[in-house]
């Protein structure tokens, strides 16, 4: 079949505004959960992590919240930048950090 | 920099043919990983190999076929190469329980 370029979901935010990029993951079985970042051109870049036993882990600008409930995870960003635009993908794993799963991510775009 | 490194940068050959793609992890990671990104396909999982030995593995083709070697370095063969196979292809490091470290890619282009 012919060959599509990847839909992704696009996020536009003003510059100084926070950002919120979801993602919901699929295996209950995942105890280990990362957020990326791929400016264009680049690897992805690791950006904060969190397990499951927690529900919310802070870094520098950014946030990373859990809900195993109902399968979510959401990654808030702080004041945004024009440098935080790029896709973001939410990733997962289970059984001690081995083989991850990429979600099919997010592009953000910050508006001067 | 991650501090993983990748070579070639670019490459392009012809369907059919057979190449090698190459990784240094960062220094101390013992865990290297593999990765194919297409347009259609974003961020695929391929092949985990640990201090040597083949850790996990994911959507990897039978064409393709991977080792990681005492000094750590890790090889991706690629052979029998098909279009469908134009990619980037990423290479990550991270100790044994930690965040993955991304190098730069290596931009494969079959024609």
């Known amino acids: 079949g012919e060959s599509v370029g990847l839909h992704l979901p696009t996020l536009s935010v003003q510059e100084g505004d926070n950002s919120i990029i979801n993602c919901a993951y699929s295996n209950s079985a995942s105890d280990y959960f990362i957020w990326y970042k791929q400016e264009s051109g680049k690897g992805p870049q690791f950006i904060i992590d969190i397990r499951s036993n927690m529900d919310k882990r802070q870094g520098q600008r950014v946030t990373v919240l859990l809900n195993k409930t109902v399968k979510h995870l959401s990654l808030q960003i702080a004041a945004t930048q024009p440098g935080d635009s790029a896709v973001y993908f939410c990733a997962e794993s289970a059984g001690g950090y081995q083989k991850v799963t990429f979600g099919t991510g997010t592009k953000l775009q910050v508006i001067p | 920099d991650s501090g993983v490194t990748q070579t070639p940068k670019h490459l392009i050959t012809a369907t059919g043919q057979r190449v090698t793609l190459r990784c240094s992890p960062r220094?101390?990671?013992?865990?290297v990983y593999w990765y194919q990104q297409s347009l259609d396909q974003g961020l695929q999982f391929l092949i985990q190999y640990y201090n040597g030995e083949e850790r996990a593995k994911g959507n990897i083709l039978e064409r393709f076929s991977a080792q990681q070697f005492p000094d750590l370095h890790s090889e991706l063969n690629l052979s029998s190469l098909e279009l469908g196979d134009s990619a980037l292809y990423f290479c990550?490091?991270?100790?044994?329980?930690?965040?993955?470290?991304f190098g730069p890619g290596t931009r494969l282009t079959v024609l």
């Open positions: 220094s101390g990671d013992l865990s």
């Open positions: 990550a490091s991270s100790p044994d329980r930690g965040s993955q470290f």
